[in-house]
């Protein structure tokens, strides 16, 4: 597989352990890297001391045959020269490999002391994997003849896709709200029908009959649709008031 003119992220997270360049103050670290002739330098941490973090990323184009990284690790000074504080070298056959590389990389003095550890992420994407992954069928319809088709997991359906038609619900068609129902839509009452007015229950006399053992009043007992007079004649057949009684108790 050729790798050439390919890109090659790097992330230079930071540094621990460096070796420590200043006397009387914290020193001032910053990396840079070396690949085909072309150097990247990160942003110097300023009082960074022994452990500088830095976090930047960049994209190298990768050269064919061409696996190692040059790295190394400085001290800026404002007045004399920055001092030199380790390098070493990052070997890309783990990325090139699996597409990823997160290692610790040890830097050596000029004498091939340790003098502390770099650490950066490597990402690697080949263009043979990145054809594949657009090649890969994304179903992003359903199939032909599934209108219907439920959609996915907590999203909501197209207007007019539930339930399919033609597919019983179980359930009255709904009414729009106010509206009646429509005819039919309900069963009739199978109730027997009822006269109205309700007749008058049997065995009682007739509302123009006279009671039995008084005498009629004069001009008869108005019939059940006519005027009722009032007050009543009194009834016939009492004695007349007479005088009052005598006795020791003397008049009314």
């Known amino acids: 597989m050729s790798v050439q003119g390919q890109?090659?992220?790097?992330?230079?997270?930071?540094?621990?352990?460096?070796?420590?360049?200043?006397?009387?103050?914290?020193?001032?670290?910053?990396?840079?890297?070396?690949?085909?002739?072309?150097r990247y330098r990160t942003k110097t941490d300023t009082d960074g001391g022994k452990n500088p973090t830095f976090n930047e990323k960049y994209v190298l184009p990768m050269i064919e045959g061409l696996r190692e990284i040059n790295v190394s690790v400085w001290n800026s000074n404002t007045v004399s020269t920055d001092d030199f504080i380790g390098s070493g070298k990052i070997h890309l056959q783990k990325v090139l490999t699996s597409g990823y590389d997160d290692s610790v990389w040890p830097l050596t003095s000029r004498s091939g002391k340790r003098s502390g550890d770099v650490r950066v992420i490597l990402h690697f994407?080949?263009?043979?994997?990145?054809?594949?992954?657009?090649?890969?069928?994304?179903?992003?319809?359903?199939?032909s003849g599934y209108a219907n088709y439920p959609?996915?997991?907590?999203?909501?359906?197209?207007?007019?896709?539930y339930p399919p038609a033609g597919?019983?619900?179980?359930?009255?068609?709904?009414?729009?709200?106010?509206?009646?129902?429509?005819y039919g839509a309900y069963p009739p009452q199978a109730c027997p029908p009822q006269p109205y007015p309700y007749p008058a229950p049997g065995g009682y006399p007739p509302a123009s009959a006279p009671p039995a053992g008084y005498p009629p009043p004069p001009g008869g007992?108005?019939?059940?649709?006519?005027?009722?007079?009032?007050p009543y004649p009194a009834p016939q057949g009492y004695p007349p008031y007479g005088p009052p009684p005598s006795g020791p108790y003397g008049h009314y």
């Open 125 to 143: 994407n080949s263009q043979k994997e990145k054809k594949a992954s657009l090649a890969s069928p994304v179903p992003s319809a359903p199939p």
């Open 221 to 230: 007992y108005p019939s059940a649709s006519g005027p009722q007079a009032y």
């Open 151 to 161: 959609p996915a997991y907590g999203s909501c359906p197209p207007h007019g896709t």
């Open 167 to 182: 597919c019983p619900s179980g359930y009255p068609p709904a009414v729009p709200y106010g509206a009646p129902p429509p």
């Open 7 to 38: 890109p090659l992220e790097i992330t230079v997270i930071g540094c621990t352990n460096l070796k420590d360049k200043e006397w009387l103050s914290r020193q001032d670290p910053y990396v840079v890297l070396e690949y085909a002739g072309t």
